[in-house]
């Protein structure tokens, strides 16, 4: 099954080359995540302001996020939504924690109409993933890239 993907931000993984506002997304993206953030960022929100980001600030990206979706997607051409969080990697059938994703979606359905969404946590993978940003998944996908091509 395919599944949509709306990009809310992108970034250069290139220290190098990023730009301010590669980094502002870096900042978003590690805030999301739960990851420790580098300095601060400036996130641009759907209102025109800019809210600022830092280690203090982090536990608002979610509502942030959830903000420019409601804002970018035509939510009025649906009807009553199901929003189902995609299992991280050590999301199994055995896992008590729920997805990291989660969070997103009550976010998101906390901001659309009321009874527009309804989060249904039902995914999970049959056994524990190796995650994406792990040294051996990287191993994994620069093997199966090079014996593709």
Not at 8 to 22: A, I, N, V
Not at 77 to 82: H, K, S
Not at 129 to 140: C, E
Request: aromatic share 8%.
């Amino acid at each position: 099954m395919a599944l949509k993907v709306f990009s809310c931000c992108s970034y250069s993984t290139l220290f190098e080359t990023r730009t301010r506002e590669e980094w502002n997304a870096l900042q978003f993206v590690r805030a999301i995540k739960g990851r420790p953030l580098r300095g601060y960022a400036r996130v641009p929100l759907p209102d025109g302001t800019r809210a600022y980001l830092d280690q203090s600030t982090a536990a608002s990206a979610p509502g942030w996020f959830a903000q420019m979706a409601a804002q970018r997607i035509t939510w009025n051409r649906a009807g009553e939504l199901a929003l189902t969080p995609i299992p991280d990697a050590a999301c199994d059938i055995a896992s008590v924690a729920p997805p990291k994703t989660r969070v997103l979606a009550d976010a998101l359905a906390a901001t659309l109409p009321p009874h527009k969404a309804a989060v249904l946590d039902v995914l999970r993978w049959h056994e524990r993933m190796v995650p994406l940003t792990s040294a051996s998944a990287r191993a994994i996908r620069r093997s199966s890239i090079a014996t593709c091509a």
